[in-house]
């Protein structure tokens, strides 16, 4: 059962930890810099610098 609601959209997750990931779509929070010299990308989770 999906529990954790954004208090914002009211999307539910089945985890606490899924639904602070989500928040950050609505702070803009992105506190992962891409590692290669000159890139100035950001990212809000870190495994989406993999991409």
């Given at each position: 059962?999906?529990?954790y609601?954004?208090?914002l959209c009211k999307r539910a997750f089945t985890t606490s930890g899924?639904?602070?990931r989500h928040t950050k779509t609505h702070?803009?929070?992105r506190?992962?810099?891409c590692?290669?010299?000159g890139c100035e990308a950001r990212c809000?989770?870190?495994?989406n610098l993999q991409q």
């Amino acid at each position: 059962k999906k529990k954790y609601v954004c208090q914002l959209c009211k999307r539910a997750f089945t985890t606490s930890g899924h639904l602070s990931r989500h928040t950050k779509t609505h702070t803009g929070e992105r506190p992962h810099p891409c590692p290669f010299p000159g890139c100035e990308a950001r990212c809000s989770r870190a495994d989406n610098l993999q991409q």
